[in-house]
């Protein structure tokens, strides 16, 4: 094979490794959209849930952060046994899933409303919701992470 063959094999690797990074599983851009649409529905949960937590009487905060803390619980140990299930599996397929637009946009609502009304960060919540549906661990951990930036400015002014 002459240079130009060469030359032109480099290039296709090197295109397809950039294309698997960034669009394949757990790739940048896809992060970057889970994280950026989890931010930015944050505005309007955070605010909604700083609201709540004025508007509700305290007697009911000692029960409903404790629905919370079973939820959170429960989601845990779903993801836990679903995994363990896929290693024994005999040819485990370990599917990763991409959340639309919508369920990002509904989860980025429900867990800064929850976030903002118990007063904790979006990563508490936001990690095992989002390994519960199949996002991978490290996506869901970088896409909660930037979720929590506008919590916690949020939750502040409120």
Do not use: C, E, K
């Not at 404790?66 to 959170?72: D, E, S």
């Not at 290693?87 to 509904?106: E, K, N």
């Amino acid at each position: 094979m002459g240079d130009p063959v060469w030359l032109f094999l480099i290039l296709i690797g090197l295109v397809g490794g950039i294309g698997i990074s960034a669009l394949g599983p757990g790739g940048v851009l896809v992060t970057i959209r889970m994280s950026s649409v989890l931010a930015i529905s944050a505005i309007a949960g955070a605010a909604g849930g700083v609201l709540l937590n004025i508007v509700l009487p305290g007697r009911l905060f000692g029960p409903l952060l404790g629905v919370f803390i079973a939820v959170v619980a429960l989601l845990v140990l779903y993801r836990d046994r679903r995994d363990r299930r896929a290693a024994r599996a005999p040819h485990p397929l370990r599917a990763h899933s991409r959340p639309s637009l919508f369920v990002l946009i509904a989860l980025g609502l429900g867990i800064s409303t929850v976030s903002g009304l118990f007063g904790m960060g979006g990563p508490m919540i936001a990690v095992p919701v989002l390994a519960a549906i199949g996002v991978p661990l490290l996506p869901a951990l970088a896409a909660s992470q930037a979720q929590s930036v506008v919590i916690a400015l949020v939750g502040s002014v409120g």
